[in-house]
C-alpha cells in the first residue's frame, strides 16, 4: 500500500491505495466519482475513462492511481461551475449524446482538444475523436456539438 496526494477538481485528496489500483478505480471507488466510466475492461480502447491529468486528456484505465500522486485531475464531475461549459450545453442543444455512456469521455477529451484547438474543422474533430467509441450516435451529431462550442469558445 501507499499513501498518494492527488488534487482532484479542485479538491486536495491524501489517499492510501494498492499500487496495482487502476487510477480510474481510484476515482470509482474510493473517491466516488462515478462519472468516469469504463466501458471497454480496461483495454485503453474506448476513451469512456478519459480524464484530464494536469491539462491533458489521459485514459485513467491505463494509469496506476500512485502515478497520479503530485498531479491535478479533472473528471466530469469538474468540469461545470455554477453552469455548464458551453461544450456540455451544445451537446445537450445538438443532441451530442443518446445513452450517455460515452459522454464524460468525450466531454474531457473535447475540453482538452478545444483548448489546443479552439477554432477546428470537421475533419480535425473526427481526429480528435479517434480514441473513444460511441455506439449510439453515429458521431454525427456530437461533431455537430463540439463544432457548436468552438463557436462560441468552449
Ligand atoms: S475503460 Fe479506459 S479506454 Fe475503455
Ligand atoms: S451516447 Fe451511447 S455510447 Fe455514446
Known amino acids: 500500500m501507499k499513501t498518494i496526494t492527488v488534487t482532484v477538481n479542485g479538491a486536495v485528496y491524501e489517499e492510501t491505495v494498492s499500487e496495482r489500483m487502476l487510477l480510474v478505480d481510484f476515482l470509482r471507488e474510493q473517491l466516488a466519482l462515478t462519472g468516469t466510466h469504463v466501458g471497454c475492461t480496461y483495454e485503453g480502447v474506448c476513451g469512456a475513462c478519459t480524464i ?22 479533472t473528471t466530469v464531475e469538474g468540469l461545470a461551475g455554477d453552469k455548464l461549459t458551453p461544450l456540455q450545453q451544445a451537446f445537450i442543444e445538438n443532441h451530442g449524446l443518446q445513452c450517455g455512456f460515452c459522454t ?16 477546428p474543422s470537421d475533419d480535425d474533430i ?14 454525427v451529431h456530437i461533431v455537430k456539438a463540439v463544432r457548436a462550442a468552438a463557436a462560441v469558445g468552449r
Open 126 to 139: 473526427r481526429h480528435g475523436l479517434i480514441g473513444n467509441l460511441c455506439r449510439c450516435t453515429g458521431y
Open 52 to 73: 484530464c491529468l494536469d491539462g491533458e486528456a489521459v485514459k485513467s484505465c491505463l494509469m496506476l492511481a500512485v502515478q497520479a500522486d503530485g498531479h491535478s485531475i
Open 104 to 119: 464524460s469521455g468525450i466531454l474531457m477529451n473535447m475540453s482538452e482538444f478545444l483548448e489546443k484547438n479552439p477554432n
